[in-house]
Structures are given as C-alpha cells and as structure tokens.
C-alpha cells in the first residue's frame, strides 16, 4: 500500500521511472502475498510505460514475463492466454522471445492440467529464473495440482 501511494506521489512530481521502481516493489510484494491479479496489474502497467520509453523499452519483456506469471497462479487459463495474446501489443519483439515461448509452454500445461508437463517446463528454463518468480511458479503450479483433483473427482 505505501509503495503505491508512493508512486502515486512520483507520478505527480513527473517522476515516471522512480514511479515505475515503487509499483514493481508493490507487485514483488504482492506476488509473494497471493495477490496475483493485483500485481498482475502493475506489472503490465509498467511494462507499458516502459514500452513507450526509447530508454527503457527492452525492459518491458521482463515486466511481461512477471505479470503472466502472476497471472497463472490464479489459474485462471482464459486470462493467460488473453494476456500472452495482449503482449505482442505492449513489446515489439514478444513472438521472437525465450519469454513467450516459455509462458505458451506453461500456459498449454496448465490448460491441460498436467502439474508434471508444468515443473518439467520450469526446472528447464530454471536458470533464468529468480527466487521470486520461481515461488510464485511453484504456487502456479499447486493451483494446477489442485484443479487436477477436483476435474479427476468429477
């Protein structure tokens, strides 16, 4: 919350890239908190700023990547796809990054509710991966799990 009143005050002051800084420490944090929408939302919101920046613009894959991820560990796969659909239009260069073939193989897993496929897939690209993304993956992926077992008692 006081990361984003603190962008809030930057934004006001003309201050974008301090701005941005504030609401990806509120999307860290509320990755780690289970708000995965909410950040979600930030990330997205400053890969775009980003994208529009001559300066900053190669960083919006990164924001991009963070944001889907939050977004499969609501397991809500109707919205992945939509967002991975969105990114071509916030980064120039989306179709062509390790980035986007990563999430689509992600996205096809949980959509098939293969929790397996899913942690194959992760311990692949692993070595690109932080400690804060590879957390919220492993959320991700016990929402998968857990979707699982409802569809197998149906």
Known sequence: MHFQKS?????????????????????????????????YELFEKVAQA?????????????????????????????AVRRALDNCSSIYFKWADSWEAKFLSSLASAAERLDGSAF?????????????????????AREKIVENEHVELAV
């Open 7 to 39: 962008a809030d005050f930057y934004e006001t002051d003309g201050q974008n890239c301090n701005r941005d800084g504030a609401l990806l420490t509120a999307a860290h944090f509320m990755g780690l908190l289970g708000k995965y929408t909410d950040a």
């Open 50 to 78: 980003c994208a529009n920046d001559k300066l900053r613009k190669f960083g919006a894959r990164g924001h991009l990547l963070n944001a889907v991820i939050c977004l499969l560990a609501t397991g809500d796969n109707v």
């Open 119 to 139: 942690a194959a897939i992760v311990q692949d690209y692993d070595s690109l991966l932080d400690e804060w993304k590879t957390a919220v993956l492993v959320k």
